[in-house]
């Protein structure tokens, strides 16, 4: 067997401690510390399709909050005609209507598209932008297809107006 002075003993000691301090080191610490990495980024990952998810649901939502309003309003059940004499009647230009006329017009499927005519005579401008602003604002699905005004004989700062609006409700 070969001696060994105590300086050699020492050495292959410290070489010993050395190469356990290795292995402890690759077998034990690296491992560890690469799967906390790893679980660390898989955590971000998942964060951030969550994140995702959460912007695509809640866009699901507003979609369908706003299929709900529309076929809310699709299935009112006020016509349009008593929406528009309603509107007069809270504005007092009620006694400036001349006719209204309504006539439906296209039936596709479940719905029907209505249009109904009105005309004012001798009406000031401001009260019929507010009827106008009233009616599109009404939480009906109204549209003005057509508008017309045209400034009367009787006065300075009264107008003769023919308004088409049209409507969709369910059949």
Do not use: C
């Not at 504005?91 to 001349?98: E, M, R, T």
């Amino acid at each position: 067997m070969i001696e060994l002075n105590k300086r050699e003993k020492r050495m292959l000691l410290i070489l010993a401690v050395f190469f356990g301090i290795l292995f402890v080191y690759f077998v034990i610490i690296s491992p560890l510390l690469s799967w906390h990495e790893r679980r660390s980024r898989e955590y971000e990952t998942n964060i951030a399709n969550l994140n995702a998810l959460d912007k695509i649901y809640e866009q699901y939502r507003e979609a369908h909050d706003k299929i709900d309003r529309y076929n809310a309003q699709l299935n009112n059940e006020k016509g349009i005609t008593s929406l528009i004499e309603e509107n007069a009647q809270s504005l007092d230009i009620l006694k400036n209507k001349v006719y209204t006329r309504d006539r439906p017009t296209v039936v596709q499927g479940k719905y029907k598209k209505i249009s109904s005519d009105v005309k004012f005579e001798g009406i000031d401008i401001v009260s019929l932008l507010n009827f106008i602003y009233k009616m599109e604002n009404s939480g009906m699905m109204v549209h003005i297809s057509y508008l017309r005004i045209n400034q009367t004989i009787k006065g300075r700062n009264t107008y003769d107006a023919t308004i088409t609006f049209n409507s969709i409700t369910s059949q």
